[in-house]
C-alpha cells in the first residue's frame, strides 16, 4: 500500500459523474470545501477527518482567484445541486442566499461541509467486491470480444458495442435565445443583450443569453423604451461602482439593471464619463432603431 502523505481525498462521485457537469468556479469552490474538511486529519489512529469547516468568502477568493460575484453564484450552484451544504453556528442549514447573507450581516460564521448523501447515490457509482475489497466496474462494463463492452438490451433498446444506446438524429435548437427572429418585439430582448456584451466587455461564450435574462429585459420593456433601457446599460458600464470597480469586485448584471423599474431608472440618472452624450454618439453606440409605433 502507498501512503501519500498531504493528500486531500476528493470522493469518486466528483470525477466520475460532475466534472463533466460543473463551471470551471464551482469546481473551484467544490474542492476548496474538500480540502478544509477532508482535507484534515482529526485523529491519526483512526483517520477520521474533519466533517465542516468555518469558510469566508474572502477565503474562497484567496485560494481560487475568483471574484466576489463568482464566488456568491458558485456556492449557490453548489447548493442547489446538493453537492454542500451550509449551517450556522447553531447547526441550522442555510440553503439561500438570503439566510447566509442575514448570518454575515451579523458577523456570522457559516460553516461548509460536502453533502455525501448526493455524492454517494449515482448510477454509475463502481460496486466493491467484499472478498477482494477491490472496486468492481459498474454492471455494464463487461468484456466483450469486440470491443470490451458487452451490448446490453434494455427493453426494447439495445445499446451498441460502444455501450451506447443509438438514438434517431433530432434537429439541435439553440435555446441560449428562445426568441423567433423576424419579430422585432420579440428580437428587442436579445438586441440589448449583445449591446449589453459590448458594452460590458463581456465573453458571449461564458456569459450567455439564457431565457430568465432575456425574459426580465421583456418584462422591462413594457415600460421603458429599449433606448431608455439602453442608456441603463450604457450608464451603468460607464460607472465605476457597476462596472466592478468596488470592494467586492462585483458587475452589474443585465438581470440587476432589468430587474425593477426602479434600477432602470435609477442607472439611467446616472450621469456617464463621456463628455459627448449626443444622441449622435448614443446612435453610434447603440445602432438599435424604436420600433414604429
Not at 447553531?90 to 455524492?119: H, Q, W
Not at 413594457?222 to 446599460?233: F, S, Y
Request: overall charge positive; proline content about 5%; charged content about 30%.
Amino acid at each position: 500500500m502507498i501512503d501519500y502523505p498531504n493528500t486531500t481525498p476528493v470522493p469518486n462521485e466528483v470525477m466520475n459523474s460532475w466534472l463533466s457537469k460543473l463551471k470551471g468556479s464551482e469546481l473551484k469552490i467544490l474542492l476548496v470545501v474538500t480540502r478544509k474538511t477532508l482535507g484534515w486529519v482529526l485523529d491519526n489512529n483512526t483517520g477520521m477527518r474533519k466533517e465542516e469547516d468555518w469558510i469566508t468568502y474572502s477565503q474562497m477568493r484567496t485560494i481560487t482567484g475568483l471574484s466576489h460575484a463568482a464566488v456568491c453564484s458558485a456556492v449557490n450552484s453548489l447548493i442547489e445541486h446538493v453537492l454542500i451544504e451550509t449551517r450556522d453556528e447553531g447547526g441550522n442549514v442555510l440553503p439561500t442566499s438570503k439566510e447566509r447573507m442575514a448570518v454575515g450581516k451579523a458577523r456570522g460564521k457559516i460553516f461548509y461541509r460536502l453533502n455525501f448523501e448526493t455524492l454517494k447515490s449515482s448510477s454509475y457509482r463502481s460496486k466493491k467486491d467484499t472478498s477482494t475489497g477491490i472496486e468492481s466496474r459498474p454492471d455494464w462494463y463487461k468484456n466483450n470480444t469486440s470491443s470490451g463492452i458487452e451490448s446490453k438490451p434494455v427493453g426494447d433498446k439495445k445499446y451498441t458495442s460502444t455501450g451506447i444506446e443509438s438514438k434517431p438524429y433530432k434537429r439541435k435548437i439553440d435555446k441560449r435565445n428562445p426568441y423567433k427572429k423576424g419579430d422585432s418585439s420579440q428580437d428587442m430582448p436579445f438586441e440589448l443583450y449583445k449591446y449589453y456584451i459590448k458594452m460590458f466587455k463581456k465573453n458571449p461564450k461564458t456569459y450567455r443569453p439564457l431565457p430568465g435574462r432575456l425574459a426580465k429585459v421583456k418584462t422591462r420593456l413594457g415600460t421603458w423604451t429599449p433606448r431608455q433601457i439602453a442608456i441603463a446599460i450604457r450608464n451603468a458600464s460607464q460607472d465605476d461602482f457597476y462596472s466592478g470597480k468596488n470592494d467586492r469586485g462585483w458587475v452589474a448584471d443585465l438581470s440587476y439593471i432589468c430587474r425593477n423599474d426602479e434600477n432602470v431608472e435609477k442607472l439611467i440618472g446616472l450621469s456617464p464619463k463621456s463628455a459627448d452624450v449626443s444622441k449622435k454618439v448614443l446612435d453610434e453606440q447603440y445602432p438599435i432603431s424604436e420600433p414604429a409605433k
